[in-house]
């Protein structure tokens, strides 16, 4: 016959004890954890503080350390815990060892996103708040780990991208950015006139106070790019505080074009010019026009 209240005495002698302390292993774990997390975020706040790029590199890897040391301090308390219910610890780690290596040996897509993540980080390729392409997705970076990326494009779609898929990281606002404009103009325009416009414009977009803290340099006018079907290209660029190139471009091109208007500067439509060829004494072929009559 089961005697309860043996048992209840056991459980009481065991909460008083070893069940105390475990509660108390728990409880200081997660004092611990949320200091620590305290202390990671606070240190990783003064690095370029006033500096917008430090500040996306402080971000990236103070989420990172934050998970290192979260999963640290959960491997100790799971450790200590062990010792507190009388189980040896020395078997569990050489069992533990056994078993992650054969893991690693099994997951080596895991290893390879863990290797290639690492290598991410400490390169500085990518980092929160970036605009980037990786693996043939594009957008913002919303968070880098060893593991994966995990982007945002435009349409508010996310992307997650391993890290072993990346091979070639193309980051459209590291340090500062460009917007480069192809601006077509009819055959028969100045095209000194179109450039000294665009200039004209560009500058008068910098004295804007809405957009003069993020334009860093003058237009920079390349000249003329390429003579295409309908128009002749002029190409230019300017650059830009990180991630503000396509706010900056379509006010100038909104500008560009009433500018345009005004000056009456032609932005062609697209056109077909037909050449019905010619003899060498520069005589052409006669063309025969013919009209139907709609009430035939």
Same mark, same amino acid.
């Given at each position: 016959?089961?005697?309860?209240?043996?048992?209840?005495?056991?459980?009481?002698?065991?909460?008083? @004890?070893?069940?105390?302390?475990?509660?108390?292993?728990?409880?200081?774990?997660?004092?611990?954890?949320?200091?620590? *997390?305290?202390?990671?975020?606070?240190?990783? #706040? #003064?690095?370029?503080?006033?500096?917008?790029?430090? #500040?996306?590199?402080?971000?990236?890897?103070?989420?990172?350390?934050? @998970?290192?040391?979260?999963?640290?301090?959960?491997?100790? =308390?799971?450790? @200590?815990? =062990?010792?507190?219910?009388?189980?040896?610890?020395?078997?569990?780690?050489? @069992?533990?060892?056994?078993?992650?290596?054969?893991?690693?040996?099994? /997951?080596?897509?895991? +290893?390879? &996103?863990?290797?290639?993540?690492?290598?991410?980080?400490?390169? &500085?390729?990518? #980092?929160?708040?970036?605009?980037?392409? +990786?693996?043939?997705?594009?957008?913002?970076?919303?968070?880098?780990?060893?593991?994966?990326?995990?982007? *945002?494009?435009?349409?508010?779609?996310?992307?997650?991208?391993?890290?072993?898929?990346? &091979?070639?990281?193309?980051?459209?606002?590291?340090?500062?950015?460009?917007?480069?404009?192809?601006?077509?103009?009819?055959?028969?325009?100045?095209?000194?006139?179109?450039? /000294?416009?665009?200039?004209?414009?560009?500058?008068?977009?910098?004295?804007?106070?809405?957009?003069?803290?993020?334009?860093?340099?003058?237009?920079?006018? =390349?000249?003329?790019?390429?003579?295409?079907?309908?128009?002749?290209?002029?190409?230019?660029?300017?650059?830009?505080? $990180?991630?503000?190139?396509?706010?900056?471009?379509?006010?100038?091109?909104?500008?560009?074009?009433?500018?345009?208007?005004? =000056?009456?500067?032609?932005? $062609?439509?697209?056109?077909?010019?037909?050449?019905?060829?010619?003899?060498?004494?520069?005589?052409? $072929?006669?063309?025969?026009?013919?009209?139907?009559?709609?009430?035939?």
């Amino acid at each position: 016959m089961i005697n309860w209240q043996d048992i209840l005495d056991v459980t009481i002698a065991w909460l008083q @004890t070893t069940g105390l302390r475990i509660g108390l292993i728990l409880v200081g774990g997660f004092i611990v954890m949320r200091i620590v *997390r305290w202390i990671i975020i606070g240190l990783f #706040r #003064r690095i370029d503080h006033d500096d917008s790029e430090g #500040r996306k590199r402080a971000e990236t890897l103070s989420g990172l350390a934050r @998970t290192a040391a979260s999963v640290a301090i959960l491997i100790v =308390l799971f450790v @200590t815990i =062990l010792g507190e219910l009388g189980v040896a610890i020395g078997p569990v780690l050489a @069992t533990a060892g056994v078993a992650g290596l054969a893991i690693g040996f099994g /997951a080596q897509q895991l +290893v390879a &996103d863990v290797i290639s993540g690492f290598f991410i980080l400490l390169e &500085d390729q990518v #980092r929160v708040g970036d605009v980037v392409n +990786v693996a043939g997705k594009g957008g913002l970076v919303e968070k880098v780990g060893l593991r994966s990326v995990v982007l *945002r494009d435009l349409a508010g779609n996310v992307h997650y991208v391993r890290n072993s898929q990346i &091979d070639v990281v193309t980051n459209m606002t590291k340090d500062y950015s460009r917007f480069v404009f192809d601006i077509g103009v009819s055959y028969r325009e100045d095209v000194d006139q179109v450039m /000294a416009v665009a200039k004209e414009v560009h500058d008068a977009l910098r004295q804007d106070p809405e957009f003069s803290a993020d334009i860093i340099d003058d237009l920079e006018v =390349l000249g003329v790019d390429q003579f295409a079907n309908s128009a002749v290209i002029i190409k230019a660029r300017t650059k830009t505080k $990180p991630i503000q190139q396509w706010r900056v471009a379509r006010e100038f091109n909104r500008r560009l074009k009433y500018r345009f208007d005004e =000056l009456g500067i032609e932005i $062609p439509f697209p056109h077909q010019t037909i050449y019905f060829g010619q003899d060498k004494d520069g005589s052409a $072929p006669p063309v025969r026009v013919q009209r139907n009559d709609p009430g035939e």
